[in-house]
């Protein structure tokens, strides 16, 4: 039964999702493809994946312990810092630690997973910002 509820807020995501993508506005340089696309493919694949949930759900599914669920809270927790952090402390900063902490909690050592933080937050900013040209948070320091 839990399946079907989870399928179900899951397709009801996917229609609110489609539905939203369809309020996006052209700009006056539209590509081929338009902006609507990927929400569109997003939306689809997240209502067809809560379909099968709906359609064939587990006899007997696995409910997380406590303690998983806290770890869950912890990681949305993290993510919503981030989100908060990510215009006063700037992209490097603020993803050095969101990263740090997830790998952290996923099973990395402490030291590892603050070098996996700096080579993951130096590689994205590397790729987007310095080849690609994107505009990333800046922070305190400029950067």
Known sequence: MSD???GGFGL???VFYIWAASTIKDSFMVDVVGPRAFPYIVGTILGLCSLYFIIRPDDEPDWPHMREFAEIFFA???MFAY???LPEFGFL???VF?????TWRLGTLPLWSLLTGVL???GIYIV????LGLHLAEGPLGF
């Open 98 to 102: 969101a990263t740090a902490y997830l």
């Open 4 to 6: 079907r509820i989870f």
């Open 83 to 85: 989100c908060v952090a």
């Open 76 to 78: 949305a927790a993290v």
């Open 120 to 122: 993951t937050s130096a």
């Open 128 to 131: 987007f910002h310095l080849i």
């Open 12 to 14: 009801l995501l996917a």
């Open 93 to 95: 900063i603020s993803t």
